[in-house]
């Protein structure tokens, strides 16, 4: 396990960097989830620190309903709680771009962000899913891809030397495809570990 993060930068820079990667709004328990779930920053500092990011205006709050942020602050005291989500504003997204690979290693900041996507499920990244195969040969070639916000995130062409095998492929992308992506990116990156974990 890698150390705990242990500087006030660190862990700053450390949850905008995430928020930034991440790329849309998520809720507070969600954000405390991906931050604290590899053991890197305990819990109390990651509420004393995420406070501290939006006090500064560099995490933005906005109600979960797309209704007005001060109307909806009004609201949470009139008439009790209401959910919010939070982003990275574009002042966060700068300090992560500029301090991140000075205080966060990079086998940190890539085995957390894969961790958080972990966490987050391809349909919360609005990952579109496509598949298609065709005959070549004796076998069959099948292509499937995933696309999300970010762009194009997974576009694979293999060789299925047979039609069962051909169709366990389609079935298994069909029904799992956030499982077959998180295992090409635990072999390819060598973290075959990631594939056993829970």
């Known amino acids: 396990m890698a150390e705990k993060l242990r500087s006030s930068d660190q862990i700053k820079v450390f949850i905008l960097y995430l928020l930034d990667k991440i790329g849309y709004p998520l809720e507070y328990t969600d954000i ?3 931050i604290i779930r590899d053991g890197l920053v305990d819990y109390f500092d990651f509420v004393e620190h995420f406070h501290q990011l939006l ?10 309903n797309g209704s007005d942020a001060v109307a909806a602050d009004a609201a949470e005291e009139d008439e009790g709680r209401i959910d919010w989500l939070f982003e ?10 500029g301090l991140a690979d000075d205080l966060l290693m ?9 961790s958080a ?9 609005k990952a579109v899913i496509t598949q298609s195969s065709e005959q070549e040969g004796t076998g069959y070639i099948f292509h499937c891809s995933i696309n999300d916000m970010d762009g194009l995130a997974l ?22 495809p956030d499982v077959v992506y998180r295992g090409i990116i635990a072999l390819v990156t060598g973290n ?6 829970t």
Do not use: C, W
Request: charged fraction near 30%; aromatic fraction near 8%; hydrophobic fraction near 35%.
């Open 32 to 34: 405390a989830t991906i």
């Open 117 to 125: 996507m972990r966490h987050l499920s391809l349909e919360r990244r």
């Open 192 to 197: 075959v570990n990631y594939l056993f974990d």
């Open 155 to 176: 576009n694979l062409s293999i060789r299925a030397d047979s039609y069962n095998q051909l169709s366990r492929m389609k079935q298994n992308f069909e029904e799992r």
């Open 55 to 64: 006090m500064a205006g560099h995490i933005a709050k906005l109600p979960k």
């Open 106 to 114: 990079t086998a940190v900041r890539e085995k957390s962000y894969i």
């Open 88 to 97: 990275v504003t574009d002042t966060g997204r700068t300090i992560a771009k």
